[in-house]
């Protein structure tokens, strides 16, 4: 297991003997949301930024002295956005429909450039949009495929996303990918003690979209996998 600050294990709220079997459920932005990955995942505390509301997840095994591993392994990455910057549910049409122009592609991008993205499938349901993409601009974390998907919803009357890619050693299939964000979604919906579901009307995606967008925040995991 890499080396982990005592500091960072207590600002987790957490001690020693916790580090070592993997930690699960991060606290962010001052204990407004806890943030919980699938079975098998743990967070990455060297990488996470919980007061910036930024969590990384990936394989118990890996970023700590537990055995547990997914069943499907890949990294996660969860942005918590400003309080009141939530907006999907009600505009779940008109999000998705910007992910299928240049200026989606462009905020999806690790690069901003809207030529490296391509959007190949879209999903919606109330309250949440699912992207699934490739980004063949050079990944902020080497070692990750160039394949994602990323979730939008809200989470507290917070803008939320999710994303999801796997390694260049073991790529996510397409459909087990979605599987797989669909899971990381339940886990943080389920860290919630209400859904408070209530559209907020139309939301200026094109203003605040990329500045949740965790592709955005890829820089801050340090992790190199290989």
């Known amino acids: 297991m890499r080396p982990v600050l005592a500091a960072l294990i207590l600002f987790a709220g957490c001690d020693a003997a916790v580090e070592t079997r993997g930690i699960r459920t991060l606290s ?3 204990g407004a ?3 919980r990955g699938p079975e098998g995942f ?3 505390q060297q990488s996470s930024r919980a007061g910036s509301g930024f969590a990384v997840l990936a394989g118990c095994a890996v970023v700590s002295d537990a055995a547990m591993m997914p069943a499907l392994e890949g990294l996660i990455t969860v942005q918590i956005g400003e309080a009141g910057s ?4 009600g505009a779940e049409a008109e999000l998705a429909a910007l992910l299928r122009t240049a200026q989606g592609a462009q905020l999806l991008s690790a690069a901003g450039d ?3 993205v391509q959007v190949t499938r879209v999903d919606r349901a109330e309250g949440v949009v699912v992207v699934r993409f490739s980004d063949v601009a050079p990944a902020p974390t080497a070692g990750l495929e160039p394949l994602e998907w990323r979730a939008f919803l809200d989470i507290k009357g917070r803008l939320t996303t999710i994303s999801l890619r796997g390694f260049d ?3 996510i299939p397409a459909e087990q990918g979605l599987r797989l964000l669909s899971q ?3 886990a943080l919906r389920r860290q919630m003690p209400r859904l408070q579901l209530k559209a907020r ?3 200026p995606f094109e203003e605040q979209f990329g500045k949740y967008s965790t592709g955005r925040y890829h820089a801050n995991a340090r992790l190199i996998w290989e």
Request: charged share 10%; with cysteine; hydrophobic share 55%.
């Open 28 to 30: 962010v932005l001052d």
């Open 33 to 35: 949301v806890s943030v």
């Open 42 to 44: 743990c967070v990455d």
């Open 86 to 89: 939530a907006g999907v549910l």
């Open 114 to 116: 809207p030529a490296s």
């Open 169 to 171: 050693r073991a790529p």
């Open 184 to 186: 990381a979604v339940g």
């Open 201 to 203: 009307g139309v939301f």
